[in-house]
């Protein structure tokens, strides 16, 4: 099963500063979607970038995707220590399902 | 009101044992899932359940059993619990056809001792 696989493991940024996380993966999809998962929380849903779009904004979000180079970015401007969490990229193929990375862990400081 | 929930949220067992996780939705949704996260975080889909027919099942030892009674549950069965099924296990839902968007329940931690 294909996966998405964030690039940095681990990120730490002061307040104010920008977050950037990567994700690559390997086949194709139909639609890329970024999750949040608080300490010792369920998954919570950030934002879909489809396969045909290159650039979504949402909020201090931007995603882009770039299908030729099998990858999307997630960048998180002017972080707050709120935003301290582990943020996992997941394709959606085949209708049903979506394969997860390991997460890249954000850790924001005041 | 809990849009997905999990029982129990914490399970500690002994090696050999058999255990139950309960999972229920009430978005209406026609899909559920399970996912099992380990202890480095990783999140693999175990299973998904389209209006209460198996439709994924991932390479998972045959020890666990999916039901889904009705559209709004799906429950996970584990017979002779190993020490390497202690993960944290989380069900999820979404509308196929719809925003694609999956719900995740709190998860249940489980502990093989």
């Given at each position: 099963s294909q996966q998405g696989e964030e690039d940095p493991q681990a990120l730490s940024i002061q307040e104010g500063e920008n977050a950037t996380m990567n994700c690559s993966y390997k086949t194709s999809i139909n639609n890329l979607q970024w999750y949040r998962q608080n300490s010792g929380r369920g998954l919570v849903h950030l934002i879909l970038i489809r396969s045909n779009e290159r650039e979504k904004h949402s909020g201090r979000l931007r995603v882009t995707l770039d299908t030729s180079k099998k990858s999307?970015?997630?960048?998180?401007?002017?972080?707050?220590?709120?935003?301290?969490?582990?943020?996992?990229?997941?394709?959606?193929?085949?209708?049903?399902?979506?394969?997860?990375?390991?997460?890249?862990?954000?850790?924001?400081?005041? | 009101d809990t849009a997905v929930s999990q029982t129990p949220k914490y399970l500690v067992t002994q090696m050999g044992n058999d255990k139950s996780i309960k999972c229920e939705q009430n978005l209406g949704h026609d899909t559920m899932y399970w996912y099992k996260q380990d202890s480095k975080k990783f999140l693999k889909i175990m299973f998904s359940?389209?209006?209460?027919?198996?439709?994924?099942?991932?390479?998972?030892?045959?020890?666990?059993?999916?039901?889904?009674?009705?559209?709004?549950?799906?429950?996970?069965?584990?017979?002779?619990?190993?020490?390497?099924?202690?993960?944290?296990?989380?069900?999820?839902?979404?509308?196929?056809?719809?925003?694609?968007?999956?719900?995740?329940?709190?998860?249940?931690?489980?502990?093989?001792?």
């Open positions: 999307s970015s997630l960048l998180i401007t002017a972080s707050r220590a709120a935003d301290t969490a582990s943020y996992f990229c997941a394709v959606f193929f085949l209708g049903y399902a979506l394969n997860f990375g390991k997460g890249t862990s954000l850790l924001v400081t005041p | 359940y389209n209006n209460k027919e198996l439709i994924i099942n991932e390479t998972v030892p045959n020890r666990f059993s999916p039901k889904s009674p009705d559209k709004a549950h799906l429950n996970l069965h584990i017979n002779s619990l190993e020490l390497g099924d202690s993960a944290v296990y989380f069900c999820a839902s979404s509308q196929v056809g719809g925003t694609y968007e999956q719900y995740f329940g709190p998860g249940t931690r489980l502990t093989v001792t």
